[in-house]
Structures are given as structure tokens and as C-alpha cells.
């Protein structure tokens, strides 16, 4: 079946993200269009798109006659992103807790029964997506644009270290569980409870970021030069 060229685009995100977090692919390493087209039998189109939204994650850097590379995180950075993710999304889940409607609440439980389901399956992948819906109710439930928007931005930059979490043992359950304690504060209308659930959650300090850090490629996490 022939699929349409977001999806394509998609696919091809997943896997060179996949490929770039394993180490396969190196920092510094040119990723050609032309080549990648070839290799995956697609118009180099959805290959742009891919790399574009790669580069939104800052995992590839567009250089200016070179083309795509693949780029390097410092500790730092990736210590400060989650930091500020954290406190973003802290915030989304109290006014979530003071402002969501009725139906908003019922698509949160809904959202939270499918992940639970997805994580008896041990679908990563599947899990990871309905996690994501899950955020996004959240962030919607705020009912305040700026910060919503703001809040998805970050997210899409840390998506791929946030989706590479779950490959680690016995995170996807821990997630779960998680997620429980921020649906019951905010179900209870207990906004600094859900503000306090929350950046428990997203936050990754101390063994969990130090496990992120470990489980990644050491030629990927080093300091940038100059």
C-alpha cells in the first residue's frame, strides 16, 4: 500500500533517529538526500521533510553547502532541555487541574486506560504515541495557547531522547505509574499536587539522566568544538 508522504516522512524521522541514537550513525556523518532516497526507495521530498524535522530536534544540523550532518548534544544541553521541560509542563498540569472541562478529564482517563494497555502489550512504539497524546491533553487542558504551544516546542526538540527512555528496562511501567498519580491530582482538582507529579515525572536527574546519558553513544553526547 502506497503511503502518503507525512507518513513517509514520519517513518523515515523514526528510523534515522533510531539509527543516530544507537550510534550507527556519528556525529559529523553527512546524511546525502540523494543517497537516502535511494536507500529507502522514496523521492528525495519526504527525505527533506525527515531531515528537517530532525534538525528541529537538533539530532542533525543543515550546514550551508554541506547539507545535513549528523550533530552532537553536550550533557549540559540535554540536562537543561529536560530541566525546562519539566517546569513547563509542571505548570500545564496545574491549570490543568484548576481549568479542564468535564470532557477534557474523560479523554484523559481514556488516554491514560489506552496507554495502560499499550504497557501489558510491551509496545514501545504504540506506547510512546499515546504517551504523547496523553501530554498533549494536558497541555490542552490548560487552556492557555501560549503556554501550549510553547510546551509542544520543547517537546518535539526532546522527543527523540524521550522516546529512546522507554527501550530502557522497566521504564514503560514506571511511566505508568506516574501518569496515574498526575491523572489522580488532577481528577482531584489538587493543581499543586499535579504541578508536583508532573515535574516528578518529566524530570530525569540523579540515576534516571545519569542511565539516559550512559545508554547513549559516546561519540553522540560530547561537547561541540569551538
Do not use: W
Not at 87 to 102: D, G, H, Q, S
Not at 179 to 196: F, M, N, T
Amino acid at each position: 500500500m502506497k503511503q502518503d508522504r507525512p507518513r513517509l516522512a514520519d517513518d523515515l524521522r523514526f528510523c534515522l533517529e533510531g539509527e543516530i541514537l544507537s550510534g550507527k550513525l556519528a556525529p559529523g556523518d553527512r546524511l546525502d538526500e540523494t543517497k537516502l532516497a535511494t536507500r529507502f526507495s522514496v523521492s528525495r521530498t519526504p527525505v527533506r521533510e525527515a531531515l528537517q524535522q530532525l534538525a528541529t530536534a537538533k539530532l542533525v544540523e543543515l550546514r550551508p553547502r554541506q547539507g545535513a550532518v549528523v550533530a552532537a548534544v553536550t550533557i549540559q544541553e540535554l540536562f537543561q532541555m529536560f530541566e525546562v521541560m519539566a517546569e513547563l509542563e509542571a505548570l500545564c498540569a496545574e491549570l490543568a487541574a484548576r481549568r479542564m472541562t468535564p470532557d477534557e478529564r474523560l479523554g484523559l482517563e481514556a488516554s491514560h486506560l489506552r496507554c495502560a494497555l499499550l504497557a501489558d502489550q510491551g509496545d514501545v512504539d504504540a506506547y510512546y504515541d499515546e504517551n504523547r497524546h496523553f501530554h498533549e491533553a494536558i497541555y490542552a487542558g490548560s487552556h492557555n495557547d501560549f503556554l501550549e504551544n510553547m510546551t509542544s516546542t520543547t517537546r518535539n526538540r526532546l522527543s527523540p531522547f524521550r522516546r529512546f527512555q522507554l527501550h530502557h528496562p522497566g521504564r514503560i511501567r514506571t511511566s505508568l505509574q506516574e501518569h496515574a498519580a498526575v491523572v489522580k491530582a488532577i481528577l482531584a482538582g489538587e493543581p499543586e499536587q499535579a504541578s508536583r507529579k508532573m515535574r516528578g515525572h518529566v524530570s530525569i536527574q540523579g540515576d534516571v539522566f545519569s542511565d539516559l546519558v550512559s545508554s547513549l553513544p559516546p561519540a553522540y553526547v560530547q561537547a561541540r568544538a569551538g
